[in-house]
């Protein structure tokens, strides 16, 4: 079990435009879901947090009017990255945690997003 | 700012060999845990083990963590190609929050 998934798993697309991307628990209920971006032969680095229901908790440093998070259900969380800039190419993983205060968190596959 | 570092940066180690990595981080802690990611792929957690915990097995995987030094390691015994892959520690910092603060990872390659 702790299955999470993403779509897509990779993407290409023309700077300005704005790309979605899908974070599903496939096999449980996801109270909190975390968004992080790695750059090539890089740690991860959190970009927020995520709690079914009420807003990200965004860490510092990020955008959160370019990195829009929803997670209207507990199985799905989406990551818009707006007005997309080449600078944003990037692997984007989501993980979830199956209760508040679980330690363990699950990780989707990643995105690789490329902006030309 | 990143909170594990580990040690080293790279390592490239012979089939059957034993696999040490290392990770340092700077404040207190909930717990250390340890993720394994093949190359393009998310990661997939291998073990975790508490501030009140010392050593730690799953399999080949041995888990030490030394909170007065700051540092867990992490051994791969018997280590076979499949192994390879980078490997990153991640702390939980203590105060109960959920967010996991990863280090820079060692990648692992294991010749056949």
């Known amino acids: 079990g702790a299955v999470v998934s993403q779509h897509p798993s990779w993407v290409i697309c023309k700077s300005g435009t704005s790309v979605k991307i899908e974070c599903r628990s496939l096999d449980f209920q996801a109270t909190t879901m975390f968004w992080y971006r790695q750059f090539p032969k890089q740690s991860l680095m959190l970009m927020a947090t995520s709690n079914e229901g009420s807003k990200a908790t965004y860490e510092q440093g990020v955008e959160k009017d370019k990195f829009l998070i929803n997670h209207a259900s507990l199985t799905l969380s989406t990551l ?32 690789r997003l490329l902006v030309l | 700012s990143q909170q594990g570092e580990e040690d080293p940066q790279a390592l490239s180690i012979q ?88 280090g820079k990872g060692t990648k692992l390659t294991v010749n056949p």
Not at chain 2, 21 to 36: A, D, E, F, V
């Open chain 1, 80 to 111: 818009t990255v707006t007005s997309a800039h080449p600078e944003d190419s990037s692997f984007y993983i989501c993980s979830a945690s199956r209760s508040r205060g679980q330690e363990t968190q699950y990780f989707g596959p990643g995105t």
């Open chain 2, 15 to 102: 089939e059957g060999e034993n696999a040490t990595m290392n990770c340092s981080y700077k404040t207190s802690i909930n717990n250390l845990q340890w993720y394994r990611q093949n190359s393009g792929r998310g990661l997939v957690h291998l073990i975790l083990i508490r501030s009140n915990e010392r050593e730690k097995h799953s399999g080949r995987l041995r888990v030490t963590l030394d909170t007065s030094k700051k540092s867990s390691s992490l051994l791969i015994t018997a280590s076979r190609a499949a192994d390879t892959a980078s490997y990153f520690c991640a702390t939980a910092l203590q105060g109960g929050s959920e967010k996991l603060v990863f």
